[in-house]
């Protein structure tokens, strides 16, 4: 009976390893993003180039500049998807299977890279999401037609809701530090001396 149960607790413990389908996905998924981001910069410098042509009409110039901010957006919100999916992905490592040493023994490694619970990983691709809305937003915003006055009315809405937004996001990230430098202030490192 008691082999029967060590059996079964191994096979369940080891059954995690199941995460490592969704990190490999998620990391190929992130490089997949990354090299589509990629091949739009090259092709968007490729098409800038012929920006200095002075026999370029001023509506060409024009037309050229505004899709060119455009799709500098859509690179930008590219290569934060593309981060999202390397942090979900090393972030589930990190929680079922094992830390990454070079992560947590490294000074150059980014504190972002490092998860250390769940809530931990939540809060770090909310913030990312949060940035990939913001640009998505700002690329909207770009290509809207202002036709009446409430869609002006709207787009300062959106800001001002996106401006909560982040004022929320970091002030609920700052709350928290405070604690843990206060117990450091009085001098107690929290063993009773």
Same mark, same amino acid.
């Given at each position: 009976?008691?082999?029967?149960?060590?059996?079964?607790? +191994?096979?369940?413990?080891?059954?995690?390893?199941?995460?490592?389908? /969704? =990190?490999?996905?998620?990391?190929? /998924? +992130?490089?997949?993003?990354?090299?589509?981001?990629?091949?739009? =910069?090259?092709?968007? =410098?490729?098409?800038?180039?012929?920006?200095?042509?002075?026999?370029?009409?001023?509506? =060409?110039?024009?037309?050229? &500049?505004?899709?060119?901010?455009?799709?500098?957006v859509e690179v930008v919100d590219g290569y934060l998807l593309a981060t999202v999916m390397l942090i979900f992905s090393l972030g589930l490592y990190e929680l079922f299977i094992s830390d990454i040493d070079q992560a947590h023994g490294s000074r150059a490694s980014s504190k972002i890279l490092v998860i250390n619970n769940l809530d931990d990983l939540k809060s770090r691709l909310a913030k990312v999401i949060l940035m990939i809305m913001i640009v998505t937003l700002f690329e909207e915003a770009l290509n809207m037609k202002m036709s009446a006055p409430i869609d002006l009315l709207y787009l300062g809405g959106s800001i001002a809701?996106?401006?909560? /937004?982040?004022?929320?996001?970091?002030?609920?990230? &700052?709350? /928290?530090?405070?604690?843990?430098?206060?117990? +450091?202030?009085?001098?107690?490192?929290?063993? +009773? &001396?």
């Amino acid at each position: 009976m008691k082999f029967l149960e060590w059996f079964f607790e +191994g096979s369940l413990w080891n059954s995690r390893f199941v995460i490592l389908a /969704a =990190v490999v996905g998620s990391l190929f /998924a +992130g490089f997949a993003i990354f090299y589509i981001a990629t091949v739009d =910069v090259v092709y968007l =410098v490729w098409h800038t180039l012929h920006y200095a042509d002075p026999s370029m009409a001023d509506e =060409v110039r024009k037309a050229l &500049h505004d899709s060119t901010v455009s799709h500098i957006v859509e690179v930008v919100d590219g290569y934060l998807l593309a981060t999202v999916m390397l942090i979900f992905s090393l972030g589930l490592y990190e929680l079922f299977i094992s830390d990454i040493d070079q992560a947590h023994g490294s000074r150059a490694s980014s504190k972002i890279l490092v998860i250390n619970n769940l809530d931990d990983l939540k809060s770090r691709l909310a913030k990312v999401i949060l940035m990939i809305m913001i640009v998505t937003l700002f690329e909207e915003a770009l290509n809207m037609k202002m036709s009446a006055p409430i869609d002006l009315l709207y787009l300062g809405g959106s800001i001002a809701l996106v401006a909560l /937004a982040l004022y929320l996001t970091h002030s609920a990230e &700052h709350g /928290a530090k405070p604690q843990h430098d206060d117990a +450091g202030e009085d001098g107690h490192d929290g063993e +009773g &001396h």
